[in-house]
């Protein structure tokens, strides 16, 4: 729920200034074509609309800048301590976890950390708001397509209308498409539910065939397109950004274009321009008793859009001609200026990792640093909402949705002041959807060599668990240099570490090395002859 959450925020927040802009160039391209085909124009309105619902998740996947002075890779299963900077001298008895963020870390914060929580909070039930809505009007226009069907009946035409039934579909290349009328329908209309359906109203009147024609060709310009599916994808998916008025801008110039797409289909398939306009406006005369018809539902009406007087210029008009340097040129700038918009959502649009109310840090507290073989792939800092004895914790958790190698949040310190003696580090730890698995972990080294080890994964934390303590000790032999430790996380999840105490121990406290032991040495020479 708390992933959920975060992606609705920042998505929320990144589309609220990338889609004007996204707009604006889809806009520009659009005027610069001019009266060019509605196919044409379409087509850049649909990749505007897959831009305005990509782009604002571009700020997510960019990986967050690390500081390069910690290790980038582990032998075995922790991360080696040569080339770190290790304190002279260290008495740690017990760690907690500030929010102050190191000196010699320098991070791009792009979390929305800066905005008050009560505007987080806000932005995530709006929008959440805004999605429910989407989804009851996308519902409710299912049903009321439904409800159409049912009361749809066939059709019979006269010869004359079924002769220009069956021309109109050899035209536009179709055959299986059911004509069907309905008294609750209030002009032609095209959907597909299950088979593509052409639904004309009962009071339907034409004084000629032409007419008639007319009304095939565009519904079935309609089915050929595939329209009426593409117009569900964008109810779908546009629940995302139902909120912005530039979606809406956008749905608005995706259905002026589509019809206009349409009437040229039709014009063509009528092999007359201004045949097929003055049909539509004899239709509307005879239709339009209303300023506006109401769309069926999902169906696709010949009236769709409210742009008859702009789709009777586009056919009326003459085709613009365009020189190749003005079609290539405005091609450039709308394409460059999408590019920028991409650009400035990766470089600048808030992170889904570091999506997190101001009661989380994005880097790692004070003290402590990320390593392991794939530090990138996992996010630390501190949390003050979970809290174990009065204390926030330390969070590890990975970012991306499947990940092979691991991260870990350590320390490095001198070995001089625990040499001859026992230590252990003790910490309580939570889990949640640990999918592989996690522990505290120490290493004891001797210059490169590692003397002393213990990570858990013989007792490893999986899934998810509340509040434990758990306990890593180990002896430090003589000549030892340094000592390393932490919390690790393989594979996916989210781990919090609690209330950490190192300390040194007495004799009575066991060991839980899991170096493994010398192999045994046989007594005598074994197959000497080579006959076994």
Known sequence: MQTISRFAIAYALNSFWLLPLLFLGAEIIARVLGRTRGGILCCVWWVALILALVVPTLGFVSLPFRSLNAPSSMRSVVPQTHGVAIPDKREPLHFGFSQQRPETTKQIDRSPSWIPGIVLTCTFYFYLGSILIALARLGRGLW??????????????????????????????????????????????????????????????????????????????????????????????????????????????????????????????????????????????????????????????????????????????????????????????GICLIILTCIASTNLGLRLVNAQTTSQTSHAPTGWFMAGSKPANYDTGVDKTTLNNDQPSAFLRSTVPNTEGFGTLMQSINATEYVGKRVRLRAWVKSQDVADWAGVWMRVDKDTAMVAFDNMQNRAIKGTQSWSMHDVVLNVPQGSTGISFGILLAGTGEVWMNDVTFEVVGDSVPVTSITPPSPKVPDHPANLKFTE
């Open 144 to 333: 009321e397509t439904h409800v159409l069907m049912r009361s749809a009946r066939d059709l019979r035409l006269t010869d004359e209308l079924l002769s220009s039934w069956e021309s109109c579909k050899r035209s536009l290349g179709l055959s299986d498409v059911r004509l069907l009328s309905s008294a609750a329908l209030s002009s032609p209309a095209a959907l597909h539910w299950p088979k593509p359906t052409v639904l004309l109203p009962s009071k339907l009147r034409a004084s000629d065939s032409t007419e008639m024609t007319a009304v095939f060709c565009h519904e079935l310009a309609h089915v050929r397109r595939k329209d009426f599916a593409w117009n569900l994808a964008i109810e779908f998916f546009g629940v995302l950004l139902f909120y912005h008025p530039a979606f809406h801008w956008m749905r608005r110039r995706i259905q002026e274009t589509r019809e206009l797409a349409c009437d040229d289909m039709a014009a063509d398939a009528m092999r007359g321009r201004h045949e097929y306009a003055r049909n539509l406006l004899s239709l509307t005369q005879k239709m339009l008793s209303d300023a506006v018809i109401p769309q069926p539902g999902c169906a696709l009406g010949i009236f769709e859009g409210e742009v008859l007087e702009r789709r009777i210029m586009n056919l009326l008009e003459k085709r613009s001609q365009y020189p190749l340097l003005r079609f290539v040129s405005s091609s450039i700038a």
